[in-house]
């Protein structure tokens, strides 16, 4: 299982790369590996502002549908449209291209309850 040192994770199996008010989300390795092959990712929110822990979107694998919780509050100001066409993505890239949604955070402080790489890694029993 991959799961690079340099980004920040969530209990719900997301990642989050910060580059300075600017948030970068996917889900992990880990669970594109639980979901199986990604038919479609839907996110219905582009331009709105969501709270941290909210359903931003869903991701819909062969055999399930799962939900998409936000990492951090804050507008949702970009979505990755090559999933629209390349759905499988997210299973072949998950830290890469594969990523998505930018947001533009708006409570920096919420970064501090984020799990590292290790803490992550413990959660799924890496």
């Keep these: 299982m991959?799961?690079?040192e340099e980004l920040k994770y969530t209990k719900d199996h997301e990642w989050v790369k910060i580059e300075g008010d600017i948030a970068t989300v996917g889900i992990t390795d880990f669970a594109q590996g639980e979901l199986g092959d990604i038919v479609y990712v839907d996110v219905?929110?582009?331009?709105?502002?969501?709270?941290?822990?909210?359903?931003?979107g869903s991701v819909e694998a062969v055999k399930t549908?799962?939900?998409?919780?936000?990492?951090?509050?804050?507008?949702?100001i970009e979505f990755?449209?090559?999933?629209?066409d390349a759905p499988e993505k997210v299973n072949s890239d998950a830290?890469?291209?594969?990523w998505m949604i930018k947001i533009k955070?708006?409570?920096?402080s919420e970064i501090d309850g984020l799990l590292d790489a290790s803490g992550y890694k413990e959660i799924v029993g890496a």
């Design 80 to 84: 990755n449209e090559m999933l629209e």
């Design 2 to 4: 991959n799961t690079p």
């Design 44 to 56: 219905e929110s582009l331009d709105e502002t969501v709270a941290q822990n909210e359903v931003f």
């Design 105 to 108: 955070i708006s409570d920096a």
């Design 65 to 76: 549908v799962s939900d998409l919780f936000m990492p951090l509050s804050g507008e949702i």
């Design 95 to 98: 830290y890469g291209e594969g």
